[in-house]
């Protein structure tokens, strides 16, 4: 059984969650809000099934309502932030806005953030940025549970470690929708395993290493102790080259921010925190806004006229399939599976309320 929400009903549902959970009610519509338009962007393992997580880690006191992002560095283009356990939807949005009034002062920034809580869909952050017409690089390491194997290795030691680069392409009344890259540096993310395994599903060979680790199509050797009491792990994307990657995001997003990098066996808390290297870059400033625009519109309509191969749609861009989940779950309503639900109102009773 699943349920379907129209998506302001399902944030009201979520606000209340986190009015609950002691978040005041800024925040609590911010993180709601965040959350159902991870799921209207067609990223459920993103979504609101996160709530129930999000609320064990406030009553384990390791995510703290209501934080404010501190700054620990302020040196023009250089920006030091603590996000100070916070929840990573208001912390990530307050650092991205300091980061921007940088960007208008000095052409860009490079801003850091550390010990933010769980920053949820990072394509959120840049397609801020996109917005004002400036390009935005994160790179950003996960602690929580080391949950993906390195290439060639047989248990998991890092976390899923998402990297996005958002690009304006075109400017002004030439304006396209940007190119935005956001993923995860595991084959899959993690959240979608959870999906997967609520939902009864098996996933595809060449994703998973069981606890012995040997290759395996089963998503809950990733969410449950398995026989021998360990996990398995998830690959990661792109062989040794997404490995790579994914050794980056932790040492910018974590070593390099303060945050920190994992090497530890799982600690069982139930808190996510992420660490943030963002690079933000002001066309203008670089004086090449016009031929940059020019050349983002002429590139993008050069892979567009690429002959689509048999059985495809053609050449879609990033950002694209997030664009057409929403437009397609603003009318039809985001369907949310009964295990996800019944979580959510588990979490719900256990901040005295009824969902
Ligand atoms: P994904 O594999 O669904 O998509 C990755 C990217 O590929 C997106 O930019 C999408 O637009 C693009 N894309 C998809 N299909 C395409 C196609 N046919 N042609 C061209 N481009 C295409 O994403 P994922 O790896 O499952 O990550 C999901 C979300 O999880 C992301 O928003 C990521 O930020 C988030 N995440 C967050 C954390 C965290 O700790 N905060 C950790 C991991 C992942």
Redesign the pocket.
């Known amino acids: 059984m699943s349920h379907t929400f129209n998506d302001q009903e399902l944030t009201q549902h979520i606000t209340q969650l986190f009015l609950a959970a002691g978040c005041h009610e800024a925040e609590a519509s911010e993180v709601a809000s965040n959350l159902v338009m ?1 799921n209207l962007s ?2 459920d ?2 979504g609101v099934g996160m709530a129930p997580r999000y609320i064990d880690a406030v009553l384990e006191k390791n995510l703290i309502p209501n934080s404010k992002v501190a700054v620990r560095v302020d040196s023009g283009m250089l920006l030091g932030l603590d996000g100070q356990r916070g929840f ?1 939807q208001t912390v990530g949005v307050q650092a991205m806005d300091l980061a921007f009034e940088r960007v208008a002062q000095h052409g860009a920034c490079i801003m850091s953030l550390a010990h933010a809580h ?6 959120h952050f840049a397609e801020m940025a996109v917005a004002r017409g400036w390009v935005s690089l994160q790179f ?1 390491n ?1 602690m929580a549970a080391p949950a993906v194997a390195p290439w060639h290795g047989g248990d998991g030691r890092f ?4 990297c ?1 680069i958002g690009i304006p392409v075109g400017l002004g009344d030439n304006a396209q929708e940007p190119f ?5 540096t ?1 084959r ?5 395993m959870r999906v997967a395994y609520n939902e009864g599903k098996t996933v595809a060979s060449g994703t998973l290493i069981d606890e012995h680790g040997q290759p395996t199509n089963n998503p809950g050797v990733v969410v449950v102790p398995q026989s021998n009491g360990k996990f398995g792990a998830l690959m990661p994307f792109g062989e040794h080259k997404g490995f790579g990657l994914a050794v980056a995001c932790e040492l910018l997003g974590g070593a390099l921010s303060g945050g920190g990098s994992w090497h530890g066996a799982a600690d069982g808390k139930r808190a ?1 925190y ?1 660490g943030m290297l963002s690079i933000i870059i002001d066309p203008k400033a670089l004086g090449t806004q016009m031929s940059f625009a020019q050349e983002t519109l002429a590139f993008i309509e050069w892979l567009r006229q690429s002959p689509a191969i048999q059985g495809s749609d053609g ?8 664009r057409a989940a929403r437009l397609a779950r603003k009318k039809n309503g985001i369907v949310v599976d009964d295990a996800t639900w019944q979580e959510i109102q588990n979490a719900g009773s256990k901040v005295g309320l009824s969902l």
């Open positions: 991870a067609g990223h393992s993103h990573g769980h920053l949820g869909r990072i394509g950003v996960v976390g899923t470690n998402p996005c935005v890259l956001d993923f995860a595991s899959v993310a993690q959240g979608k996510v992420n050449v879609q861009l990033a950002g694209e399939p997030e």
